[in-house]
């Protein structure tokens, strides 16, 4: 078939009428997803973006000028490793899964639903963006992880359609039926139904939320179900872009604001508002909601479902191979529980319903990483009075929607302190972005389509893509 050899892929695509037909009935209701709920306008632009043509580590990637509409999302599984075995949980040491496990059916394909679903939905979340890219570089930086979020969904489907049968094809028709925000049918995860209005949101939903992405699919990247090891190995080469945007769309944010400092003689709030810049405290006020809606994606601190993936086999932990017990039965973890009093108590509960904490931890170190590359900025652009304006991650317990944190009564300041519900309703314009804060977000998301120009709110990149300079045509009519 034509349209499938328009498929570049490594899972001898052609070889399988069957899955062929499934695609080909998928495709044309892909593109029409794309065409309304894809980035708004554009469509008819030459981007230039990086379309994966191989898993080969040294060229994976081809860079040109392609239309979003035709850009080739591929199918592309890592390669598989001879000999490889389940690498923890109840089956450890036994060979791999190349068909699915009829035992864990059903606990397969939620997950592969879950993660699938997170991919349209963060499309759908950043469709209006184009319209105010702070330059041409960050425009094409915005489609380019749209092109690739929809080849996750790809990658997904693909699963769906090769290993579930009809209730695979069903859950893939459904994956393009939720819509992000919609009350009636609404994407699974909480941090996909939300809004992405403006790019300092884009920047935090790069850094934290695509973060969320690296870590739930090392995770699965450790799956006895082979494809799906295979399939999330090769999309975390992707997603170290979607991080890089974000991670350093937030180190330019930053940089900039201190260069207006600089010029203002003033680290005041208000100076660097005259002269059109993100003051650090409402930088601050982002991190806090976009970390904290990012650390629910990995769920309840304590979890039977968690416990249950990593017994079957299905999901481990970040880079398994560096732990010494791959059963997870003995051990507990240690954590702070909320009690009815309003205070904590420590808790030991057993490892294996600890697993999404496991997750968490790591997640939060990675996260704490960045936030001390963007300190160092503010620190070597401020000297002495860089103290006052650090940037920090609140507490794990602050602002949770999944967990024990989230148990009704109970409410966290930024430190992780338990505070009562109006204490917090006083202080969330302190603590989270407020309605004067998003309006004067907005005031300064004019679009900036010039080549080499970019927003006074925000510093130029170190460098262009793929060896093209700052003011390479990135986006051309
Ligand atoms: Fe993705
Ligand atoms: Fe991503």
Same mark, same amino acid.
Not at 357 to 368: A, F, K, S
Not at 390 to 404: A, D, T
């Given at each position: 078939? =034509?349209q499938m050899?328009?498929i570049p892929?490594n899972?001898?695509?052609?070889?399988?009428?069957?899955?062929q037909?499934?695609?080909?009935?998928?495709?044309?209701n892909y593109?029409?997803?794309?065409?309304?709920?894809?980035p708004d306008?554009?469509q008819?632009?030459?981007?230039?973006?990086?379309?994966a043509?191989?898993?080969d580590?040294?060229?994976?990637?081809?860079?040109?000028y392609v239309?979003?509409?035709?850009?080739?999302w591929?199918?592309f599984?890592?390669p598989?490793?001879?000999?490889?075995?389940?690498?923890?949980?109840?089956?450890?040491?036994?060979?791999?899964?190349?068909?699915?496990?009829?035992e864990?059916?059903?606990?397969?394909?939620r997950?592969?639903?879950?993660? #699938?679903?997170?991919?349209p939905?963060?499309v759908?979340q950043?469709r209006?963006?184009?319209?105010?890219?702070?330059?041409?570089?960050?425009?094409r930086?915005?489609?380019?992880?749209?092109? =690739?979020?929809?080849?996750?969904?790809w990658?997904?489907?693909?699963?769906l359609?090769?290993?579930?049968?009809?209730?695979?094809?069903?859950e893939?028709?459904?994956?393009?039926?939720?819509?992000? #925000?919609?009350?009636?049918?609404?994407r699974?995860?909480?941090a996909?139904?939300?809004?992405?209005?403006?790019?300092?949101?884009?920047?935090?939903?790069?850094?934290?939320?695509?973060?969320?992405?690296?870590f739930q699919?090392?995770?699965?990247?450790?799956?006895?179900?082979?494809p799906?090891?295979?399939?999330?190995?090769?999309?975390?080469?992707?997603?170290?872009?979607h991080?890089?945007?974000?991670e350093?769309g937030?180190?330019?944010?930053?940089?900039?604001?201190?260069?207006?400092?600089? +010029?203002a003689?003033?680290?005041?709030?208000?100076?660097?508002r005259r002269?059109?810049?993100?003051?650090?405290?409402?930088? +601050?006020?982002?991190?806090?909601?976009?970390?904290?809606l990012?650390?629910?994606l990995?769920g309840?601190e304590?979890?039977s479902?968690?416990?249950d993936?990593?017994?079957?086999?299905?999901?481990?932990?970040?880079?398994?191979?560096?732990?010494?017990?791959h059963?997870?039965? =003995?051990?507990?973890?240690?954590?702070?529980?909320?009690?009815?009093?309003?205070?904590?108590?420590?808790?030991e509960?057993?490892?294996?319903?600890?697993m999404?904490?496991?997750?968490?931890?790591?997640y939060?170190?990675?996260?704490?990483?960045?936030v001390?590359?963007?300190n160092r900025?503010i620190?070597?652009s401020?000297?002495?009075?860089?103290a =006052?304006?650090?940037?920090?991650?609140?507490?794990?317990?602050?602002?949770?929607?999944i967990?024990?944190?989230?148990?009704p009564?109970?409410h966290?300041?930024?430190?992780?302190?338990?505070?009562?519900?109006?204490?917090?309703?006083?202080?969330?314009?302190?603590?989270l972005?407020?309605?004067s804060?998003?309006?004067?977000i907005?005031?300064?998301?004019?679009?900036?389509y010039?080549?080499? +120009?970019?927003?006074?709110?925000?510093?130029?990149?170190?460098?262009?893509? +793929?060896g093209?300079?700052?003011?390479?045509?990135?986006?051309?009519?």
């Amino acid at each position: 078939m =034509e349209q499938m050899d328009k498929i570049p892929n490594n899972v001898n695509l052609s070889s399988d009428r069957r899955l062929q037909r499934a695609l080909e009935q998928w495709m044309p209701n892909y593109l029409a997803w794309w065409r309304q709920m894809g980035p708004d306008g554009f469509q008819e632009h030459e981007v230039y973006l990086r379309t994966a043509v191989s898993v080969d580590p040294d060229g994976w990637a081809h860079f040109d000028y392609v239309k979003m509409p035709e850009y080739r999302w591929g199918i592309f599984l890592a390669p598989p490793e001879p000999g490889r075995t389940i690498g923890f949980g109840d089956h450890v040491g036994q060979p791999v899964w190349q068909e699915v496990p009829g035992e864990y059916r059903n606990m397969l394909r939620r997950i592969i639903v879950t993660q #699938g679903d997170t991919e349209p939905a963060s499309v759908e979340q950043q469709r209006m963006l184009g319209h105010t890219a702070p330059s041409l570089y960050d425009l094409r930086n915005l489609f380019q992880v749209n092109v =690739e979020e929809g080849r996750h969904l790809w990658a997904m489907v693909y699963l769906l359609h090769s290993y579930f049968g009809k209730d695979g094809r069903e859950e893939a028709e459904a994956l393009l039926e939720r819509r992000s #925000g919609d009350p009636d049918r609404p994407r699974i995860l909480g941090a996909f139904n939300q809004p992405v209005e403006n790019w300092l949101d884009f920047f935090m939903f790069t850094m934290f939320t695509d973060r969320d992405g690296k870590f739930q699919l090392y995770a699965l990247s450790e799956s006895g179900f082979d494809p799906l090891s295979r399939t999330c190995k090769f999309m975390l080469t992707e997603e170290a872009h979607h991080m890089f945007v974000g991670e350093t769309g937030i180190a330019r944010v930053v940089e900039r604001t201190c260069q207006l400092m600089q +010029q203002a003689r003033s680290t005041d709030e208000e100076a660097v508002r005259r002269l059109g810049g993100i003051p650090l405290p409402m930088v +601050q006020r982002y991190i806090n909601l976009w970390f904290s809606l990012s650390e629910d994606l990995f769920g309840g601190e304590i979890s039977s479902n968690a416990a249950d993936f990593f017994a079957a086999g299905l999901k481990g932990r970040y880079k398994e191979g560096t732990y010494q017990d791959h059963v997870a039965l =003995e051990g507990t973890y240690r954590m702070e529980v909320p009690t009815a009093e309003g205070g904590l108590r420590t808790e030991e509960v057993p490892l294996r319903t600890a697993m999404n904490e496991v997750l968490r931890d790591q997640y939060i170190e990675d996260c704490q990483r960045a936030v001390d590359k963007w300190n160092r900025i503010i620190e070597r652009s401020l000297g002495a009075a860089a103290a =006052e304006q650090l940037l920090r991650l609140p507490h794990r317990r602050f602002h949770r929607h999944i967990g024990l944190y989230a148990m009704p009564g109970h409410h966290f300041d930024p430190e992780g302190r338990p505070i009562d519900a109006a204490t917090f309703a006083r202080k969330r314009d302190q603590w989270l972005p407020s309605q004067s804060d998003r309006a004067y977000i907005q005031s300064l998301m004019t679009p900036v389509y010039g080549r080499g +120009q970019i927003a006074n709110w925000l510093a130029p990149p170190a460098r262009g893509i +793929q060896g093209r300079p700052f003011d390479f045509e990135y986006v051309r009519r």
